[in-house]
T-cell receptor, first 116, second 112 residues
Framework: NAGVTQTPKFRVLKTGQSMTLLCAQD?????MYWYRQDPGMGLRLIHY???????AKGEVPDGYNVSRLKKQNFLLGLESAAPSQTSVYFC???????????????FGPGTRLTVT | GQQVMQIPQYQHVQEGEDFTTYCNSS?????IQWYKQRPGGHPVFLIQ?????EVKKQKRLTFQFGEAKKNSSLHITATQTTDVGTYFC????????????FGTGTRLQVTL
């Protein structure tokens, strides 16, 4: 049981390049999230998904796109990277169990992205 | 939008001293969660508080949810070097499908 995994772990991009970050979970979780973490800013929600085939915008969605074609995978895309997107990106998942109103999030190890 | 602030941003203590971090939300929360992130690591869930005025303990850690459900605190008694890391609170506004708003975090440094 690997939990939440993210690839790649590190990446350096030039301004204008594109890339896709992959998040995978093997816990059969319904909800998945993408966050970015910057010094002094905490974790900010980029996009999230409440089920296969659905996505929604979070707090800072501009410059990013997502897809959830399979329940276990959540992809984050940067179409044209900018230096302001230099950050650590975390994926998380959670499970709304039956009769449970509130549920914790399980985080992946993170992807450190630098855009030059 | 909803904002969740934490104070202090950083605290440095000697091992054995107590530590408290405070979390304040601009809106009423349905529940609040606490996470710990070790240096270079990822956030790990610690606990969840749901009821107004709720207090929960985990060994040396005491968590409290305010009566108005807009603030929370984490108190660590007799800190140890293993407590080093950043502590985040995260609030869930009712009806937001478990969409958490994370606080800015408090970084704790413990030295011998």
């Amino acid at each position: 049981n690997a939990g939440v995994t993210q690839t790649p772990k590190f990446r350096v991009l030039k301004t204008g390049q594109s890339m896709t970050l992959l998040c995978a979970q093997d816990m059969n979780h319904e909800y998945m999230y993408w966050y970015r973490q910057d010094p002094g800013m905490g974790l900010r929600l980029i996009h999230y998904s409440v089920g296969e085939g659905t996505t929604a915008k979070g707090e800072v969605p501009d410059g990013y796109n997502v897809s959830r074609l399979k329940k276990q995978n959540f992809l984050l895309g940067l179409e044209s990277a900018a230096p302001s997107q230099t950050s650590v990106y975390f994926c998380a998942s959670s499970y709304p169990g039956q009769g449970v109103l509130y549920y914790e999030q399980y985080f992946g190890p993170g992807t450190r992205l630098t855009v030059t | 939008g909803q904002q969740v602030m934490q104070i202090p941003q950083y605290q440095h203590v000697q091992e054995g001293e107590d530590f408290t971090t405070y979390c304040n939300s601009s809106t009423t929360l349905s529940n609040i969660q606490w996470y710990k992130q070790r240096p270079g690591g990822h956030p790990v869930f610690l606990i969840q508080l749901v009821k107004s005025g709720e207090v929960k303990k985990q060994k040396r850690l005491t968590f409290q949810f305010g009566e108005a459900k807009k603030n929370s605190s984490l108190h660590i008694t007799a800190t140890q070097t293993t407590d080093v890391g950043t502590y985040f609170c995260a609030g869930d506004k009712a009806g937001t499908a478990s969409k958490l708003t994370f606080g800015t975090g408090t970084r704790l440094q413990v030295t011998l």
